[in-house]
Each structure stands twice: as C-alpha cells, then as structure tokens.
C-alpha cells in the first residue's frame, strides 16, 4: 500500500512546478505542494495565463491518484491464465532479465514480431516515445502508427491549412461569434470554456454543434443537434449561403487560396434543404447560422475531434477548416479556426527518438485502431511474421481500442509474450506476462507541448518514486542494457533529454525558473496568408490528395454505419468522454468514479418508449461485433435515433465485464488511417 499524505509536520514546505501530463487540450501548469518528501496537494499555477490557477476536478484528486491503496508497487510475474489478473511480485532484476532474455530470442529471429503499444498515458516527449522509441529503432521492432485520437482531423488539417495549426486560443475571448464544433468545452477543454464565457460576457454569441445535448451545449445561445458524421454536410451547406449572399472576403480568396472554383461549385450543389436531410436539422437552422458566420465580425471555430470519429471525419475537418479563409475571418486574431495547436511547436522528435537507429532496417507499421485484427492473425506474406510480444506502456487497449472482443482474444493467446508498464492494474494489466510499476507525473521529469495553448511547460519531480516504481526512460535504458545496446545515447539522462526536446529553440533557463515559456507566434498567424501548405495558401483543393487518387476537394463521406439505414441496428451510438474521466485514466479514482455512478447510455424518451425501456433500467446495448450492458438513462441529452454510451469504463468495474468498445467497429477513416468510434449502429433492449 502506497504511504497516504500526512499533515501537521513542522517539516518545511515547498512547491514544485510542474505540468499535467494527461491528453487534454488545456496542458495545464501545476504546483505541488510537499513536505517531508510527500506530496500534500496538486493545485494549478496561478502565473501561468492559460490554466489561470485552475484544475479540472479530475486532476485536482492528483495526489489521491498517486497514493491511491492499489498503486502498482512493484514487479509482477503473472501465475494465473491470461486476463485472471494473478501475480506474484518479483525483482526488478528478475523482470529485467526475462523480459531481455525473451525478447532477444524473438529478435534473432524475426524482430518485427515484437510491437510497442502506447498512446498519450503521458502527452510529455520524454516519458512519452523518447527512450522507448530509441529502444523499439535499435531492436527493429514493428512500428506503430499511432492514430486512436486525432490523425483523420490532422490529416484534414495539414492538407487544408498545411499543420497542426490555427488561431492562438486567448484571442477567442474578443470574437463576437464562436462556434464550438464537435466538442464538449466543458468536460474535455475545461479552459477553453473559460475564456467563451469571457467572450460570452462581452457580448459574443456561442453556438454548439454536437448531436448530443452536452453541458456544452445546454449553456450555448444556439445548438445545432446533428446526426453523427454529417458535419462536411454542414459546412457545405454553410458554404452555399455564403456565396448565394454574398458574403465573401473576395480579395482574401484571390490571394490566399487555391481551389475556389471547384469548391464553389461543389457547395453550390448543397442547398440547406439537402444538408438538412442528411443531417437531421431543420433547413432554417443551418440558414441562421450561415447568417451568423457571414455577417459576424470576428467569429472564430473551435473545433475538436469530436467530429473526426466517423468515416468521413478527415473530408468534414477539410470542409470546416475551409470556412474562414471564405470569410477572410483569419485577417482578425480572434477569427479563425482552432482544431489543434500542435504543429507550432519546434521538438525535434527525431533526436529524441533516434530513428536512425533502425540502421537500414525497415520494419512494417502498425495500425494501433486494428490491434484486435492484427494480434489474431497468423503469419503471412503479406502481414510478415504474426506478433509475438507486445510491450504496453501509457496506453489500455483493452478498455480503449475498437472491437474489444477480438482485443480481448488478441491479448488473451497463451503464446503471446505481454509486458505492461502501467501505474495500475488496468484491463490491459491484467493480461501482462510482467507487469512493472511505473511512475506519475509527481516522480519524473518531462517537457510538455500542448495541443490547446501555445506554451512549453517543464515538469520537475515533486516526489520519489512511489514504491518500487520507475519511469518509462529509466525501464527502457534498464532494457537496453541488458539486450547489450551500448549506444550512448541508452544512457542520456531524463534532464538531458527534456533539454534535448526543443535545443536552444525555447529557452530552457526560463523553464528551469518559471515551469512555462510562451512560443513566439503573431497573434493573428494567417491574416495575411502564409499558410504552410506547399503552395502556402489555404488548400481547398489538396494536390496532394489528388497525386493519390482521392477527392482534391472536401466532400460529404457518410459514415460506415449511417444512422437509420439498417432495420435490426436503428440507432446510431456515440461514446465521448465522461466529464470525471479521462479516456480510461481516472476509473478507478473512487471519487471520481462516485460522481460518474455506472455506465450509461443515453437515450431519447422515444427510443425508449419503444423499447419498453425504463429510465434507470439495466439495458442490453448490442450489435454484431458483441454486447455491453448498462443503465439505460432516458435524457434529454439524446436526439431520437441516437444514443450516447459515455466512456471509457474499466470492463472490469462496468456491470458484466465489457464497455462501450465491445460495440465499436475497426474500420478506418477517410484520411490518416484512424478509428470511427462514433459511426456504429446498435440496438437495445431490457437487460
Ligand atoms: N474530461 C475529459 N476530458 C478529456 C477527455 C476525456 O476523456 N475526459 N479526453 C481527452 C482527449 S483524448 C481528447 S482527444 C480531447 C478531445 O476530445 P473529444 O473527443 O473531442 O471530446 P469532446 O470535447 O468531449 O468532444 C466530443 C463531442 O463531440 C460530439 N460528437 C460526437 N460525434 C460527433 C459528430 O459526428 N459531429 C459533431 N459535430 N460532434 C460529435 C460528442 O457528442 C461530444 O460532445 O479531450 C480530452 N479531454
Ligand atoms: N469508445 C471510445 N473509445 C475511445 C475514445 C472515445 O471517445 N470513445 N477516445 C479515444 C481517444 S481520443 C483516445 S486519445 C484513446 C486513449 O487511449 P489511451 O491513450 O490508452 O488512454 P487512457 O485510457 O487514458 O490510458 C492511458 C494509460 O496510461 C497510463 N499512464 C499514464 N502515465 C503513464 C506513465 O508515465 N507511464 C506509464 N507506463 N503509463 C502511464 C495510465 O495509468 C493509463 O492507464 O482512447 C480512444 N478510445
Ligand atoms: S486534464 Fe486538462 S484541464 Fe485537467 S488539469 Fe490536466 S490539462 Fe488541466
Ligand atoms: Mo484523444
């Protein structure tokens, strides 16, 4: 059992500075207050603009997080079947030494046959793939294309406006207009919400487009409730009132775009009456909010990707990225549109991550989204050698991936080596071979970007290790000596390496001082172009798609699974994040998980009428991929027709075993390969 915080020493206090580590937008800059080397609380810093003093709830319970009775404390060796969650607890030695001894048998032999499995546990550069992927290089293991979250709107991004890159989140706080597409502000970009509610005081207009009734949504002055999956439908339909009124910034077009003629002849082809059949809204909704967009000055999109989780979410972020270059409302600092700050940051991935190493090899890549498939399948020539070994750290496939079923049955094969490097014993943990404690973001260093501010943070360790627990860095230079990787580079210290993340590009004294350090960026970074596509204008139409034979323009995709086509699946479900969670991480925080209660799904008062389902009632929530069981929670949260399954339980801690992702399919995107967890079709029934 971890050592609880005490109080009432007289041993000093000090605050260190830190950052939150988790896959949030908002990246906030913590201060953790310790004494006598325990960490007492974690409070947001108040210097730092963006966080503003601020947590969210979740990290707030940081400390209880950390010293939480089932932290993982040591080494284990599995004794039981796979999945039963038996352990004995073994040495770091013993773990190292079999773990290198198994591995280094694989690799003689076929080394793609290993496979890192991870994602944003930690969204720092150096617990995140630094050493790991140094590591993974040298051996040749299988690469990992890492596309569960966002790579179907980054694609939409980097072929429309050239990058991760957009408006500078502060400047919303001076738009008259902002719309908060596909994205619960509140739950999942807590910060954001802040900064609208001051536009909103100063007299802007906030409209919300989701087809649930989020908090979000309930506290906006509009709210457009589409179907899943119609949001290009949207766009275009916007864009055809914005040329049949006129309301255009001509000169912007001429200068600083590509494509326009082919993209006004295809929105011209969306009257409002067609997109409003597609997405289930009245036709005048999407007239009014065109009037809106046309005429408001500034008015700035933030959108997230909520939105890009259907087949064709990278097509819909091409479209929604394309309004404001129309408009010109990018000539403003607080016009434009937000998806992902990301791509204005200077690391230098490749010097953390050496891919150099690989030294001629060219292992194959991946696909994290088909991880079910792919464990399952035998060798051939075409896949290469079936996966032998697995090595999972900041990531719970179990609980997050699509289909869970055939993950489950994946992870589930005797002859499957798993090593786990978790902070607790997760769905995923439970069908390690070994499974090593690793530390929080309280007992390491890292450097962090952010996906929603414009600032590098620097975490420092607050505390020791918990326990016997170590860094990723550490396991895996632990690893590396023992396969015999003598390269210096396995011996760079977590220091150096948070050094090494961005080089004299951000001032890293400045970090050392104040924990925070702003990238110098304009405040309206496309007022006057300068977008960095290859042609450096807003692409409407992408050459680059074209040179691969896709569609050079966006365009509406319907979904895989289209709400109200399939008479035994009539309703289309959606699983975003639980307000108290965080993707999985947080689940078994029982304070948080006491607010949650058990998992929902919600549905429409018609919906359940029809089914003879009572509100509170446990339901059966099915398709032919597999079935998850929960309370069925009537709620004017749900449109008819779609139903609301709130992520991500643990399986284990739901009501028989499975979650949301029991349903979930493995299909793929349009663009950037990545997941459609809100294109499935289901039914449901009385438990
Ligand atoms: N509390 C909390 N915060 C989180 C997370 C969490 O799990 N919990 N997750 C984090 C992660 S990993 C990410 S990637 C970010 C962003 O995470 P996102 O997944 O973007 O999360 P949300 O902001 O909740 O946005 C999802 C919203 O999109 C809506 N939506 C679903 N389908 C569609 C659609 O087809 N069209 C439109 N217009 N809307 C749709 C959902 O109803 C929901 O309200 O948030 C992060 N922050
Ligand atoms: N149905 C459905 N499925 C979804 C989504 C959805 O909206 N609906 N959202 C998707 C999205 S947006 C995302 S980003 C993925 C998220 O998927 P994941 O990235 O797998 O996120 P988490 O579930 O938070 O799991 C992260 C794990 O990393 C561990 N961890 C944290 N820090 C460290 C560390 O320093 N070292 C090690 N070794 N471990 C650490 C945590 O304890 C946690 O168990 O899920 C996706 N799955
Ligand atoms: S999860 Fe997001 S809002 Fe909460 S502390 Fe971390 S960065 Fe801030
Ligand atoms: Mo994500």
Known sequence: ????????????????????????????????????????RVQGNPAHGPTAGVLCNKVAHYAERTYHPERLLQPMRRVGPKGSGQFTPVSWDEALDAIAARLGAIAARAPQAILPY???????????????????????????????????????????????????????????????????????????????????????????????????????????????????????????????????????????????????????????????AVCGIPAQQIRELARAYGTTRPAAIRLNYGMQRVRGGGNATRAVASLPALTGAWRHRAGGVLLSSSGFYPADRAALQRPDLLAGQRPRTINMVTIGDDLLRPASPAFGPAIEAVLVYNSNPVAVAPESGKVVRGFAREDLFTVVIEQFRTDSADYADYLLPATTQLEHWDIHPSYGHTDVL??????APVGQARSNTDVFRALAARMGFTDPCFAESDESLCRLAFGDRVDFELLLQQGFASLALPDAPFAAGGFPTPSGRCEFFSERLARQGLDGLPDHVPNHEVAGSSARYPLAMISPPARNFLNSTFVNVQSLRDIEG??????????????????????????????????????????????????????????????VNELTSQKLTDLGRAPVFYDCLVEVRPA
């Open 118 to 276: 991870s994602y944003c546990g930690t969204m720092g550069l150096v617990q995140g793939e630094s050493m790991a992927g140094r590591f993974f290089h040298r051996l040749g293991a299988s690469l990992l294309d890492r596309t569960i979250c966002s790579s179907a709107g980054g694609e939409g991004l980097v072929q429309t406006l050239g990058g991760k890159v957009g408006m500078k989140v502060e400047f919303f706080a001076e738009a008259k207009l902002i719309i908060i597409w596909g994205s619960n502000s509140i739950t999942s970009n807590l910060h954001f919400w802040r900064i609208a509610q001051e536009a909103k005081r100063n007299g802007a207009r906030l409209v919300c487009i989701d087809p649930r009734r989020s908090e979000t949504a309930e506290k906006c002055h509009d709210h457009v409730q589409l179907l899943p999956g119609t949001d290009a439908a949207l766009a275009l339909a916007l864009m055809h009132e914005l040329i049949a009124h006129d309301w255009l910034d001509h000169d912007y077009i001429a200068q600083h775009t590509v494509g326009w003629e082919g993209l006004r002849e295809r929105a011209l082809r969306w009257t409002p009456e067609r997109a409003a």
């Open 598 to 659: 058990e998992p929902v799904l919600e549905l429409h008062a018609d919906d359940a009428a029809a089914r003879g389902i009572r509100d509170a009632q446990v339901v059966r929530v099915f398709n032919d991929r597999g079935e998850y069981v929960c309370k069925a929670s009537i709620s004017p949260r749900a449109r008819p027709g779609v139903v609301n399954g709130l992520g991500i339980w643990w399986r284990k801690l739901g009501i028989a075993g499975t979650n």
């Open 458 to 463: 620097l975490n420092r360790p607050a505390i």
């Open 1 to 40: 059992m971890a050592s609880p915080p005490v109080s009432g020493s007289s041993a000093p206090v000090r605050q260190v500075r830190g950052a939150c580590p988790h896959d949030c937008p908002d990246t906030c800059a913590l201060l953790t207050t310790v004494q006598d080397g325990v960490a007492l």
